[in-house]
């Protein structure tokens, strides 16, 4: 796929799961559209949800804070992304990487905060601007083994975790 197809698919895939977890599902009109993608509804809460498509194994989201020439660490340039972020969003990680068409792909649900952490933990430590789902299978001869936390993988349970902890009640 390119890269548009990754993000159409991928945020169509992020509205069947929602929706099929019992949430109405409202889509933003237009590509690229800031901040989120979808907005997640239930019976007690309104959530802002942003898609993040890949086919590659990773996520590259504070890549861009990090500019050649500039003396900017990974911990800066991760904490100027995260400066940019909205706290009231769920990060919905969709990876296509090694799914055959016609199988779903993974699915991973974060906070923005759990994001940022998990970015500074990367590399042992030294920080790193893209998330990984797996790095030691696209790299299998690296000294990293960086992955996505087990307990981000999409459910009905983890979902609800995510809400609580960025949502808006509906009176």
């Given amino acids: 796929m390119n890269s548009h197809q990754v993000s159409v698919a991928a945020e169509s895939f992020a509205a069947s799961i929602f929706a099929q977890a019992g949430f109405d599902v409202l889509v933003q009109y237009g590509a690229n559209q800031p901040d989120y993608d979808l907005v997640a ?98 790299h299998p001869k690296s000294g990293f083994n960086d992955q996505i936390p087990s307990h981000w993988k999409f459910s009905k349970e983890r979902l609800e975790e995510v809400i609580s902890l960025v949502s808006k009640t509906i009176k």
Avoid at 56 to 79: C, E, H, M, P, R
């Fill in 41 to 138: 509804v239930s019976k007690n809460f309104v959530s802002k949800v942003s898609v993040k498509g890949s086919q590659d194994g990773g996520w590259a989201l504070a890549v861009s804070k990090k500019k050649k020439g500039q003396n900017v660490s990974y911990f800066t340039a991760i904490d100027l992304w995260r400066t940019c972020q909205k706290d009231d969003i769920i990060f919905c990680f969709v990876q296509y990487w090694r799914i055959s068409i016609g199988n779903a792909p993974r699915v991973y649900l974060a906070t923005v905060k759990e994001v940022a952490a998990r970015l500074k933990e990367q590399w042992n430590g030294r920080g790193h601007l893209a998330l990984f789902e797996d790095y030691r299978a696209i």
